[in-house]
């Protein structure tokens, strides 16, 4: 059973950083590769970073540069540095698990999803 659970969402102002956890309950971790989505109200859930299980990042260019994803895998917990926050970064941030890296890119395949964190930034 994989659950995941997100947390470090807040508000903050524009320029300023923050670091959103996801700790996932599955047995075997590392054989999951993880990402992270945002939804901003009235939007679809736009794809926001993917990490392999060797370590492989992709990032599409909206955040590319900005924001940084890893993962801690003794502690079963993925993260993402988000840097130089923009009042366009508001948005709820979801967790995302799944066997394929390559899934991690389209929401429609992913498997597993946390419950979401609140991520707003003031200009």
């Known amino acids: 059973q994989v659950q995941l659970v997100e947390s470090g969402g807040g508000l903050v102002q524009a320029g300023d950083s923050l670091r959103l956890s996801c700790t996932n309950s599955?047995?075997?971790?590392?054989?999951?590769?993880m990402g992270w989505f945002r939804q901003a109200p009235g939007k679809g859930r736009e794809f926001v970073a993917a990490l392999s299980r060797s370590g492989a990042t992709y990032y599409p260019d909206a955040v590319k540069g900005r924001f940084t994803i890893s993962r801690d895998n003794a502690k079963k917990t993925v993260y993402l540095q988000m840097n130089s926050l923009q009042p366009e970064d508001t948005a709820v941030y979801y967790c995302?698990?799944?066997?394929?890296?390559?899934?991690?890119?389209?929401?429609?395949?992913?498997?597993?999803w946390g419950q979401g964190t609140q991520v707003t930034v003031s200009s």
């Open positions: 599955a047995r075997t971790f590392s054989n999951y590769a």
């Open positions: 995302a698990a799944d066997s394929n890296y390559y899934d991690l890119q389209f929401s429609s395949r992913v498997n597993y």
